[in-house]
Structures are given as structure tokens and as C-alpha cells.
């Protein structure tokens, strides 16, 4: 087992995710390839130190020191501002845990919401298409209410034809999380209309999409939401 070196360094960030599949996506998207992209409103300059401590469900804490590689803020572009950072080392003690997370993992779980029967079997060929995961359909509030209580990995939701009921799926997502004490799924909204897309970001939804979405959109919204941290805070 590699020894970290003392003293630690001095800017420390913990980074959650809200599940192990979360992580997964996040470690074969990122971390796999030595390094991982930390949105956040206030990055660090290019070349800072920085240890990061990542919590996973089911698995306790991993931890790496890092660089700050490259820095992305106020992009015109809209996307998300934030650092890349660059592993150091990665002990390779995790390289084990993280093997026995995949073998132990039992797959995604997405729920999706739409009033349309026809818009519910495009989304989910489409997620299917994108990653390995079960699908869970809902076409009114009080099934999505019981399939969020099952505590899935991503809700996606349609706001055409039945606006309600997708404004009415992200409230019910986040008033579970907060009776539950956890951490809220990731919702992708998806309308015709701008206002309503608005309306959904200003719900909760942490992103959003134009129908109908091509594969290439979904893909890139899927992925990015799944392999986002839930939070990333400074450690003391």
C-alpha cells in the first residue's frame, strides 16, 4: 500500500456521490483516466494542490492528492464552470475495492415520466442505448411516487402534454429526499417550450433538454448528470 505523505495538503475538498452506481459512471468516465472534473462556482487556479477525499456509498472513502490541471468559468457556451484536476497517484489498494464494487453492483435504476406512451418507449430505448440500467415507466404522479421511494440512480421526465405532472414528479423527488434524509436523484427535464424548460430548471431539475432530444443530447445529459458529484465541499 502506498503511504500518503505528511502533513496533508493544505486545500482539501470531499467530494459525495449519492450512490455507487454514481460513482461507477463517474470512475469510468473520469477518475479511470487519471483525473476527474469538479463543477464548482469558485475554481481553483491552474496548478493548485488539492487533496480530495471521495465518499461512496457502500465502499467508505477513497483518497488521491491532485493538480489543477485546466480551469473553465464564465464559458459562453453555457457549460458548467469548474477545474479539472490530475491524480497524482492512485494507490493501488483501490484498484481492488473498485473491482469488488463492479462485481457487487447491481445496475442502475432510471425512472421515466411522461404522459405519452409512444415518448416513454423512445426515452427508454434511447437510456437503454446509453447505459446498462432498468427502466421504470410512469405515466401519472402516484406510480413516480412509489418508484421514488425505491431510491432511483436518475429521473428523467417529459413536460409535454402534462407539464404538471413532471413539475409535480421533480417536487415529490426533492420532498422525499428531504423526509428520507437523502440525497435527491438527478432529474433531466424535456420540453418543446422554453418557459417551460425554465420552469423546470427553477423546480430542481438539474438538466434540460428541447423535444424531441436527439440521442446525442440525451447521451451527453445522462452521462453528465450520473457522473456528477452530488456535493463537493471543503474539508477541514
Known amino acids: 500500500m502506498t503511504e500518503r505523505r505528511q502533513p496533508r495538503l493544505p486545500i482539501q475538498l470531499k467530494v459525495a456521490y449519492r450512490t455507487t452506481g ?6 469510468s468516465i473520469n477518475l479511470s483516466k487519471g483525473g476527474i472534473f469538479i463543477e464548482t462556482a469558485e475554481p ?24 489543477v490541471a485546466w480551469v473553465r468559468k464564465g464559458q459562453a457556451d453555457g457549460l458548467p464552470d469548474g477545474m ?17 464494487m463492479v462485481r457487487h453492483f447491481t445496475g442502475l435504476t432510471v425512472l421515466v415520466v411522461a404522459a ?79 418557459n417551460a424548460r425554465a420552469t423546470g430548471m427553477s423546480a430542481g431539475a438539474d438538466e434540460s433538454l428541447a423535444t424531441p432530444p436527439s440521442f446525442h443530447d440525451l447521451q451527453g445529459a445522462v452521462i453528465r448528470t450520473l457522473s456528477r458529484p452530488s456535493t463537493v465541499a471543503s474539508k477541514e
Request: hydrophobic share 45%; glycine share 8%; net charge negative.
Open 22 to 27: 454514481a460513482f461507477l459512471v463517474s470512475y
Open 44 to 67: 481553483l487556479e491552474m496548478g493548485a494542490h488539492v487533496s480530495l477525499e471521495f465518499e461512496v456509498p457502500g465502499a467508505g472513502n477513497l483518497a488521491v492528492d491532485g493538480v
Open 84 to 100: 479539472g484536476v490530475q491524480f497524482e497517484q492512485l494507490d493501488q489498494q483501490y484498484g481492488a475495492r473498485i473491482d469488488g
Open 116 to 194: 405519452s406512451p409512444d415518448r416513454l418507449a423512445l426515452l427508454g430505448r434511447y437510456v437503454r442505448s446509453i447505459i446498462s440500467c432498468d427502466i421504470v415507466e410512469a405515466t401519472n404522479r402516484e406510480v413516480a411516487e412509489v418508484a421514488l421511494e425505491e431510491g432511483p440512480d436518475l429521473v428523467i421526465v417529459d413536460l409535454d402534454l402534462r407539464p404538471d405532472l413532471g413539475l409535480r414528479v421533480i417536487a415529490a423527488a426533492k420532498a422525499h429526499a428531504q423526509a428520507t434524509q437523502v440525497r435527491t436523484p438527478p432529474v433531466i427535464l424535456l420540453a418543446g417550450d422554453a
